[in-house]
Structure formats: C-alpha cells, structure tokens
C-alpha cells in the first residue's frame, strides 16, 4: 500500500462547477496535511494546508479532513480553466526528526469552458 | 524577490560532468528541503538540511549526490559523474520550522547530454 494514494486523473469538470479531489493516507497518526497545485512544466504551490478533523475553507478552496477513514480532500468551488492543473497530496513522513513530505502521484483536473 | 530562489533554471551537462545547483531559502527560514521529479513520476525526497547540518538524507542515493547548506550562502546539492539518469527537475523548498509548510522554489531543469 502506497503511503499517500491519490487517484491520477484526469478529472473533468465544466467551468462554474464544484471540483473535488481526492487522497487517502497510510499512517493513521499523521498530523498535517497539505495540497498543492502544480502546472505542467512549473513548481509546486502550497494551496491548502490542514491539521485538523473538519473543514478548512479558504476563497473557493476547502480541505476536508477525516482521520478515522484516513482520506483528506480538496473541494475547488466555481471552477475556472485557470484551475486546470495537477493537484499533490503531502503529507510529512513521522518518526524521528526528518522533515520528509511524503507526496501522492498527484490527480490532473480539467477545467471546460 | 522574497521567496526561494533556485539557480540556474536549466542546466546542461555531459555524462561524467559534475552538476551544482543552488538553493537561497525564503527570508526567515532555515529549514530547507531537496526533492527530484522525474519525468512521468511524482515527487521525491532527498535531503533535510538545516544550516551546516544534514538532518535527514535517506533519500539521497548513495553515490555521487551530496548537499551542503554552510553558514553563510546557498544551499548546494552537488551531483558528480552524471548520467543520463540524472536528468529531472530538481526542486528546493524552504520552511520556518519542521512540519511547517514547505515553499518551493521554480527549480533546476537538469539535461543531460
């Protein structure tokens, strides 16, 4: 079992719609969690990042984390073909004192106009 | 510019030639972070730095690849004898403490001839 599982897309979605991406993780104790965006060709850029059981809302983006099933999700609101782009799962490696982010193989998402 | 800076953009070498990237953190952070993507793969740690210590290399490979982070200066990831395998891009990211979000810079293009 992969440490941090995200299903590789692509996701598509039309233009105006709620686009929800998806990451499920191994270590029942993880702490923190972060996503990022990352265009073809370019970085990745911390989107989100959430520590707690709940929702983290923030402009049209919320994280929703559930420990007790182990997933974390990223809900894009009003999607845009801006939007389009490969969305990374992070979560830090525990144990010891390595700062270690642990990555999925990250979901495309497809915006249509 | 106050983010992490990363030079040079795109590097090209021969096969046997010694690579050097260079990595400044963003302002205020001392904790930086090395990671590879290899085309069609995600992405991958390799080194924890923090200034003029190693904290975490268990993702280095355990030839030719080191990293430095000295005192004064850059972060340096240094890669001798290249081969054709070498070739991806090279990201650093910087973070004001453990667990704490990594920023990425627009990393190093790395070719190999």
């Known amino acids: 079992q992969k440490e941090v599982e995200q299903n590789s897309g692509p996701l598509s979605v039309p233009e105006g719609a709620i686009a929800s991406l998806n990451c499920t993780y191994s270590d029942r104790g993880s702490q923190s969690f972060f996503w990022y965006r990352q265009y073809s060709g370019k970085s990745p850029e911390l989107i989100m990042f959430?520590?707690?059981?709940g929702d983290k809302e923030d402009g049209r983006f919320t994280a929703q984390l559930n420990k007790a099933s182990q997933y974390v999700s990223l809900l894009i609101r009003d999607s845009q073909p801006s939007d389009s782009a490969t969305y990374l799962c992070a979560v830090p490696r525990r144990g010891g004192n390595t700062g270690k982010l642990i990555f999925g193989q990250g979901t495309t998402l497809q915006v249509k106009p | 510019n106050a983010g992490v800076m990363q030079n040079p953009r795109h590097l090209v070498r021969r096969r046997g030639q010694e690579a050097r990237l260079r990595c400044s953190p963003m302002?205020?952070?001392?904790?930086v972070y090395w990671y590879r993507q290899l085309p069609e793969e995600g992405l991958k740690f390799m080194v924890y730095?923090?200034?003029?210590?190693?904290?975490?290399e268990s993702g280095m490979p355990k030839e030719r690849f080191s990293a430095e982070f000295p005192k004064e200066g850059p972060s340096i990831l240094r890669i001798q004898q290249v081969v054709r395998g070498d070739s991806a891009a090279y990201f650093c990211a910087s973070s004001l403490g453990n667990n704490q979000p990594q920023h990425f810079g627009d990393g190093t293009r790395l070719s190999i001839l």
């Open positions: 959430i520590y707690s059981n």
């Open positions: 302002k205020g952070h001392s904790h």
């Open positions: 730095l923090q200034k003029e210590n190693i904290i975490d």
